[in-house]
């Protein structure tokens, strides 16, 4: 595959990445953040299962730009290439369990309206855990894999001007802050779904639309690609 067609590849699962994640998040809204879920759930099932594709969707594009930049990155390192390929990966298990728990939530709540339970108790205690089970996995999945991976394929385009320096250097910003958000909502010093994580966010998602239309118009830099 050449280098033209690499660059096409990648910005393109870089942009089906950005909007299944969103559109996907918000097809889950009446399962995930309604108060009625377990009733809400059932009526929405179609909707439901349409957010978990989007999130497969989403999972199979990660692998893809991994797989696809892989050839790329490891001309200039390839112990850091072979990182990234792995903690890629990582990234997609920990996304498709998330996808599996929100398939059992579901589950769950077509047997709750099925079954007319009276005592609601033990579906909301399993429900409580499905819903925990899917914030986590956004959590190490999408912000603390995500910071790892990001700070090293543009810490490699830092060095080797594969794409312009200010996509790089927002890309390591970017990695940095989601990471330090991961760490900071383990430690519960904010919330992972408020006002701070969404602003420690935006750096790497500025970071991976730039980067996605630069490689969609303008690919990687040819000339630093042949001069290796």
């Known amino acids: 595959m050449n280098i033209r067609k690499s660059s096409y590849i990648v ?21 995930k953040y309604g108060s009625d879920y377990l009733i809400d759930g059932a009526e ?32 200039y390192n390839e112990t850091i290439a072979l990182w990234h390929v792995c903690f890629r990966f990582m990234e997609a298990v920990i996304l498709t369990i998330g996808v599996i728990s929100m398939l059992a939530l579901l ?16 579906y909301h205690s399993a429900g409580v855990v499905l819903r ?3 914030d986590w996995c956004l959590l190490l999945g999408a912000n603390f894999m995500l910071g790892i991976n990001t ?20 890309g390591i910003t970017g990695s940095i802050l989601v990471f330090s958000a991961a760490l900071l909502e383990l430690f519960g010093v904010f919330s992972q779904f408020s006002v701070w994580g969404a602003l420690f966010a935006i750096p ?21 690609y042949k001069m290796k």
Do not use: C
């Open 204 to 224: 790497v998602a500025a970071n991976e639309m730039i980067l996605a239309v630069w490689l969609l118009i303008k690919g990687f830099n040819e000339i630093s």
């Open 132 to 134: 925990s089970i899917h």
């Open 151 to 170: 700070i090293m394929y543009s810490y490699i385009f830092f060095k080797t001007k594969l794409v312009p320096r200010f996509i790089s250097i927002l």
């Open 107 to 122: 589950s769950l709540s077509r047997e709750f309206v099925a079954s007319g339970a009276i005592d609601t108790t033990t």
């Open 44 to 75: 929405h099932g179609n909707q439901i299962v349409l957010g978990a594709l989007m999130e497969l969707v989403l999972v199979v594009s990660a692998i893809g730009t991994a797989t696809t930049m892989y050839p790329i990155l490891r001309k």
């Open 11 to 31: 910005g393109v699962l870089f942009l089906l990445a950005a909007v299944t994640a969103v559109i996907g998040v918000l097809l889950y809204g009446p399962l």
